[in-house]
């Protein structure tokens, strides 16, 4: 699957928009906008973007867990190394494993704390136009069909702008990037 994001003008372009992606065969599921006036969205049947789709929640949930596993585990080791004289073998395993479990979780849940106020890299980058009135559309599309989605669109609506997240912009929002 890929994401296109597409940078709409205004509300008609965008309910055009929306009605052809429904006819080239996208779901509600697939089809997700965002802008200054969500409820006018909603009046014409559109599906509005959630923290889901707008945020960097779900990637911040996966760091927190792979952060937070090791570093339970470690404080589990920790914890056996100042407490264990009298644990058995098992007892040991279950410290270890049930401390991996809570760093998981409690990785997860602080992660997605941060990860709700962090916006998605192409929400941030069109910030401006959608204060002003515009309307982003974010689009999941199976990558073999994406080129024929881009051209439908493209040729009906030149005034869209269609774009996707580059490697680039993943890294750098990532904070592995320059």
């Not at 929306?18 to 802008?35: Q, W």
Request: charged share 20%.
């Amino acid at each position: 699957m890929q994401r296109l994001y597409f940078l709409t003008p205004d509300l008609a372009t965008t309910v055009n928009v929306a009605h052809e992606l429904t006819d080239l065969g996208l779901t509600d599921k697939e089809v997700h906008v965002t802008g200054r006036d969500w409820l006018k969205l909603k009046e014409h049947g559109i599906n509005c973007a959630t923290l889901l789709q707008t945020s960097d929640v779900a990637h911040a949930a996966v760091r927190g867990l792979l952060f937070g596993i090791p570093l339970g585990c470690v404080l589990g080791v920790v914890v056996f190394y100042f407490l264990g004289e009298g644990f058995t073998n098992a007892g040991i395993a279950t410290t270890i494993i049930g401390m991996g479990i809570f760093g998981g979780l409690f990785g997860i849940w602080t992660s997605t704390m941060v990860g709700v106020s962090v916006h998605d890299v192409k929400v941030d980058k069109y910030e401006d136009e959608i204060e002003h009135g515009a309307y982003l559309m974010m689009v999941d599309v199976p990558n073999e069909r994406e080129s024929m989605i881009y051209s439908a669109i493209h040729r009906h609506h030149p005034e869209v702008v269609i774009d996707k997240v580059t490697a680039e912009e993943r890294r750098h929002h990532c904070g592995t990037g320059i």
